[in-house]
C-alpha cells in the first residue's frame, strides 16, 4: 500500500463513527489519558507520529476530528516501537 498524507488520512475515516480514534503524542501541556485506561471499541486506529513527534498543528487536526489524545506511558519510543506497543495494549484491551 501506498504512504497516504496525513491530512488525506485524517479526512478519509473522518465520518466512521463506529471506530475508536486516538491520538498519541508526546507534546508537553496537553491533557493525554493513558492508554493503558482507554476502553476501546471492537475497531480502533491510533495515529502514531514520525521520530520527533506530530507537529502542534498535526495534533491539533486529530484533535479537531473527535481523536482522543492518549500517552503511551513515561518513556519516549521510536516509532517503529511505539507502533507495537500501541498495538500490544489495545489488543490486551479489548
Not at 496525513?6 to 478519509?12: A, P, R
Not at 481523536?67 to 495494549?89: D, N
Amino acid at each position: 500500500t501506498e504512504p497516504v498524507k496525513y491530512t488525506d488520512y485524517i479526512k478519509s475515516i473522518e465520518n466512521i463513527y463506529d471506530i475508536k480514534k486516538l491520538v498519541a503524542h508526546c507534546e508537553e501541556g496537553t491533557a493525554r489519558q493513558n492508554l493503558s485506561t482507554i476502553k476501546p471499541l471492537n475497531d480502533s486506529v491510533i495515529l502514531i507520529g514520525p521520530e520527533g513527534d506530530f507537529t502542534h498543528s498535526e495534533i491539533e487536526l486529530g484533535l479537531q476530528n473527535d481523536f482522543i489524545p492518549v500517552s503511551l506511558g513515561e518513556t519516549r519510543l521510536r516509532s517503529e516501537t511505539a507502533g507495537v506497543v500501541a498495538s500490544v495494549l489495545l489488543s490486551c484491551l479489548t
